[in-house]
């Protein structure tokens, strides 16, 4: 999973017309106006293939150490029906929605 994710960033970024200096992000553009050009389509979804890389990341970094399929909030075990529809989730489904109605 995570190496497909490595290969649809490099892609991306081989689409992306401007230069990455360093290895900071790009100021984020994409608010700024309604008309999305063909470079800020790019940029939100290379965007969201780091957010998404972060993610498995992150539940790599669980596995090794021996929390993953844990949820990160209520340490209850995730069942395995989540984990398979969605194998970097970090939380249960009710810490989840939670998180998600939190941000809204
Ligand atoms: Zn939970």
Do not use: F, N, W
């Not at 992306?16 to 984020?28: E, I, K, L, Q, V």
């Not at 992150?58 to 021996?66: G, K, Q, V």
């Not at 075990?77 to 970097?88: F, H, N």
């Amino acid at each position: 999973m995570r190496d497909g994710l490595d290969r649809s960033i490099s892609i991306l970024q081989g689409e992306r017309p401007a230069p990455m200096a360093g290895s900071g992000y790009p100021a984020d553009q994409a608010d700024a106006g309604s008309s999305l050009s063909e470079a800020d389509r790019t940029e939100a979804v290379l965007h969201s293939a780091r957010a998404q890389r972060a993610e498995v990341e992150a539940a790599l970094a669980r596995i090794e150490e021996h929390s993953y399929g844990k949820c990160v909030d209520c340490q209850q075990e995730i069942p395995e029906g989540r984990l398979d529809a969605r194998p970097d989730a970090a939380r249960c489904v009710g810490c989840q929605g939670k998180l998600a109605r939190r941000r809204r």
